[in-house]
């Protein structure tokens, strides 16, 4: 092979994976839970991997995993994690079956 047969293998190589990076980053819409606060859990110092947009008034950190300087992640797949307390779910029978009964008739409601 001649070498301008190899330069155009090698470009065409290089095109292909730079389309393949494009659709990586292009391929988004997943829903990101924000933060009030950047940094892991074991380093709230930690702001190098951390960006915010503004919701709802405040400061919504997200992890940028990868996100481009110049690019802004959509205000719809921001969101604050729910503070409602999910109902509890009622005593099946089947749980009824484990439930201890104190023979005396003692409860922790008395």
């Not at 330069?7 to 494009?22: D, L, Q």
């Not at 405040?58 to 994690?81: D, H, M, V, Y």
């Amino acid at each position: 092979m001649t070498r301008d047969q190899w330069e155009g293998i090698a470009w065409i190589f290089v095109g292909t994976i730079m389309i393949f990076a494009g659709v990586r980053t292009a391929c988004s819409g997943e829903i990101t839970y924000c933060s009030h606060h950047y940094g892991s859990v074991l380093n709230k110092r930690d702001k190098s991997d951390w960006v915010y947009r503004i919701v709802d008034g405040e400061k919504c950190w997200f992890p940028a995993n990868g996100l481009k300087r110049g690019r802004e992640k959509p205000l719809e797949e921001l969101k604050w994690p729910s503070k409602e307390i999910p109902a509890m779910k009622p005593i099946g029978e089947f749980e009824k079956r484990w439930q201890w009964i104190d023979p005396t008739g003692w409860t922790h409601g008395e």
